[in-house]
């Protein structure tokens, strides 16, 4: 249903790390930047990581993006309660010719 | 510091045109980029289109045929309008400014409008 696959949840307990995984192909992920966007429930998303690992203004060093092929990966370290939230990632296809979105990963802290 | 706040009605009869309109404050939206992005209850961000600072649009091929998106820049606000709207375009509307023109750098968004196509 989404060209990008996330998955739908994760968890972990205060202070811990989270890994939240983005998989595509080569027309979206593999050749196009990545960002990474966190809803907390009834708001609208905001804007975590672009160009695949930039961290936008604000955003704490404890979010990191990488990407590997046709892969991207969001990392949460220091989890807190606050981070509660829906995690989306994007990227431009280039075949589709248009912005494409993940299904979202809720992250729970335990 | 840059806000943006969709306006609209929030019922629209199936078959009739969904118009949304976002105000900009804090920059000219002469100066960027800007999108529409919407989001199904309970479902994922689906991306609409994309307004570059250049004048150009470019639409998400699914909508393509039923969406219109321009500026307005006397008012300073960017609109959308959707034709033929059905219940499947039923979702919370948002507009963003696409920094420095990249199509993924998405801030800010708007709080986002809740639009129903009911009859």
């Known amino acids: 249903q989404f060209v990008l696959t996330q998955p739908p949840s994760v968890s972990a307990a205060p202070g811990e790390k989270v890994t939240i995984s983005c998989s595509g192909r080569f027309s979206n992920i593999g050749n196009n930047y990545v960002s990474w966007f966190q809803q907390l429930p009834g708001t609208a998303p905001r804007l975590l990581i672009y160009d695949n690992n930039k961290r936008h203004s604000g955003i704490p060093d404890r979010f990191s993006g990488s990407k590997s092929g046709t892969s991207a990966t969001l990392d949460i370290s220091g989890l807190q309660t606050a981070d509660e939230a829906d995690f989306y990632c994007?990227?431009?296809?280039?075949?589709?010719?248009?912005?494409?979105f993940g299904g979202g990963t809720k992250l729970t802290v335990l | 510091q840059v806000q943006l706040l969709e306006s609209g009605p929030g019922l629209v009869k199936p078959s009739e045109t969904l118009s949304l309109s976002c105000n900009v404050s804090g920059v000219s939206i002469s100066g960027d980029s800007w999108s529409w992005i919407r989001q199904s209850p309970g479902k994922g961000l689906e991306w609409i289109g994309y307004?570059?600072?250049?004048?150009?649009?470019n639409y998400n091929p699914s909508l393509k045929a039923r969406a219109t998106i321009s500026a307005d820049k006397s008012q300073n606000q960017f609109s959308l309008t959707l034709r033929s709207v059905t219940a499947v375009d039923s979702a919370v509307y948002y507009c963003?400014?696409?920094?420095?023109?990249?199509?993924?750098?998405?801030?800010?968004w708007g709080q986002g409008t809740l639009v129903t196509v009911s009859s």
């Open positions: 307004l570059y600072y250049t004048g150009s649009i």
């Open positions: 994007g990227a431009w296809d280039s075949t589709l010719n248009a912005v494409v």
């Open positions: 963003a400014r696409a920094l420095r023109g990249q199509l993924l750098r998405l801030d800010p």
